[in-house]
């Protein structure tokens, strides 16, 4: 069957590709389509659009793309209506995805099935967008809270767990690196934004956490090429030293006895693989105030959600300064247990380990359902 995957930022299109893999599984002459950039292509899924540059920190920064995206949104729903896929996946980037959904429902009158996998709003408890997404497609949670916050309002939904569980095996436990060395990973992020506001604190940390540890080692992740040359320009201009780049989240913590890692999907991918971490994440100042207005939650970082107490230290706005930064970084290499002894509680309140396989599962009913 025919299949289309709509992303709209590096997360997404990780737990696209994964589906997509899991999806052939259970139906091994699928064919797919969609929007999405590097991951997809590595992946032979057919690129309808590349999202490169979509994403963005905040409505501000994201007025100048709206012409664009909404052009784009009323080409994919054409697109859509047009070759009528057996299945569409909405993943993440609910921005986008809503409106696609509700286009293809109200506008174009699309009767073929669409799944939102990560609906938007999982921390907010906001009831209309939660009617939107049940009123225009099938909605699979990750994350247990939505999947409760929807049943309260009697509105359907699945929930089999996180999907990225399976996909990362808990290393054993670390002892405290020597006090003179040890080896970081720094995740910054994949968005232009996240760059800007996150290089400058993490090369200062870094050169900080050098100055006591001399033998200390630093892996930069990169989300993409234009990352990689971000970072290798910041490295230059800090001339910092035994510092790399690599690419993707696994590779930058592979070898880590810990991780500063930008506040989104990363810190849970860091997490699952049993590396220590400290989260950051900074916004254009003008934009705080309408974040505060939208949430009003004690944590923002994924980990801390799901426990519902900090597990992962996070440092936001003012906060994340090269000296904060650094000092809580020294006190988790010295004490990595303080959250490595609670990783097995996050792994467990993430749901059962094999939800990747049952959305794949679900995502083939859900195809063969529409093409009856």
């Known amino acids: 069957m025919r299949y289309f995957l709509s992303t709209g930022e590096a997360s997404g299109e990780l737990n696209a590709v994964l589906l997509a893999r899991a999806i052939r599984a259970y139906d091994p002459q699928a064919t797919f389509e969609g929007i999405g950039a590097e991951r997809m292509r590595a992946e032979n899924i057919a690129l309808f659009r590349d999202h490169t540059g979509w994403a963005s920190m905040g409505p501000l920064a994201a007025i100048p793309r709206v012409p664009k995206l909404l052009a784009t949104m009323w080409q994919t729903a054409a697109h859509i209506a047009r070759t009528k896929p057996d299945l569409v996946?909405?993943?993440?980037?609910?921005?986008?995805?809503?409106?696609?959904?509700k286009t293809l429902r109200y506008r174009l009158r699309y009767g073929g099935p669409v799944m939102d996998l990560f609906p938007p709003a999982t921390w907010l408890d906001n009831e209309n967008v939660a009617r939107a997404v049940a009123g225009t497609t099938v909605p699979v949670t990750a994350f247990s809270h939505q999947y409760e916050f929807y049943k309260s309002l009697e509105l359907p939904i699945m929930f089999f767990g996180h999907p990225l569980t399976s996909q990362y095996?808990?290393?054993?436990?670390?002892?405290a690196p020597p006090a003179n060395g040890g080896t970081i990973a720094l995740l910054p992020g994949s968005r232009g934004g996240e760059l800007a506001y996150h290089v400058r604190p993490l090369v200062g940390a870094y050169r900080l956490l050098k100055a006591h540890r001399p033998n200390l080692r630093g892996v930069f992740g990169a989300a993409n090429a234009d990352g990689e040359r971000t970072l290798e320009r910041a490295i230059r201009r800090a001339q910092l030293r035994d510092v790399t780049i690599v690419r993707g989240v696994a590779a930058a913590v592979a070898e880590a006895d810990a991780a500063f890692v930008a506040s989104g999907t990363a810190v849970l991918e860091t997490t699952l693989m049993g590396v220590p971490a400290i989260s950051l994440y900074v916004i254009a100042p003008i934009l705080v105030a309408h974040a505060r207005r939208v949430y009003s939650g004690r944590f923002i970082t994924l980990p801390n959600l799901v426990l519902g107490r900090e597990l992962v230290p996070e440092f936001l706005q003012k906060d994340a300064t090269p000296e904060r930064l650094a000092e809580a970084m020294e006190t988790l290499l010295r004490d990595p247990a303080v959250q490595t002894a609670s990783f097995g509680e996050m792994r467990a309140r993430l749901g059962p380990e094999h939800a990747l396989d049952h959305c794949g599962k679900f995502a083939v009913a859900l195809a063969q359902a529409g093409a009856r």
């Open 89 to 101: 996946v909405l993943v993440d980037f609910g921005a986008f995805n809503v409106r696609l959904a």
């Open 169 to 175: 095996a808990q290393r054993a436990a670390r002892a």
